[in-house]
C-alpha cells in the first residue's frame, strides 16, 4: 500500500507545495520512521481542527528550515502533545515507530483506531493506544 492512498484516505490536503503533500507521493515504508509515528498520533489523537492548526504550523516552520521533519517539529513546538498518564511522549512515538519498523503492512493502525474509540480525554487515548498496540504485538516488546 502506498502512502499516497493511505494518507488520502486520512488527511485531504490541496497545497501541492505543502512537506505534508509531498510526504503523500512517497511510500509509507520510506518516510522516516519518527516521522510517520508523529502523523498517525496526530491523525488518530486528535480532531481535524487542531491536526489543521499544527499542519499549518509545521508548514510556516518548513519554510524558514527546508530540513524540518514533523517528528523535530513536534519534539521542539509540542514536547507533550503525544504524552499519556502513564507513557511520555517518547515512549509513545518510539512504540508507533516500532511497529512501522517491523511491519510490512499498517494493519497496526486499525488497532489504534480501535483502542481511541470515542474517547475524549487525549491522555487516556493515548496510555490505551500504547497498551493495544503492546497487547497485539507482544512479540516486538
Known sequence: MSALL????IVPLTDKNSPMFRMQ??????????????????RILYPRSEENH??????????????LTLDQ??????PHLF???RYNQAQVIATVAACLSAASDLKF??????A??????????????VDAIRREYSSLF
Open 54 to 67: 499544527i499542519k499549518e504550523e509545521f508548514e510556516a516552520e518548513c519554510k524558514k528550515n527546508i530540513y
Open 83 to 85: 504524552d499519556g498518564y
Open 25 to 42: 507521493g512517497m511510500p509509507w515504508w520510506e518516510l522516516p520512521v519518527g516521522t510517520s509515528s508523529c502523523f498517525l498520533l496526530l
Open 109 to 114: 493502525a486499525k488497532t489504534m483506531y480501535k
Open 73 to 78: 517539529f513536534i519534539n521542539w513546538r509540542y
Open 6 to 9: 493511505f494518507l488520502l484516505l
Open 116 to 129: 481511541v474509540g470515542r474517547n475524549k480525554d487525549t491522555k487516556n487515548s493515548v496510555d490505551e493506544v
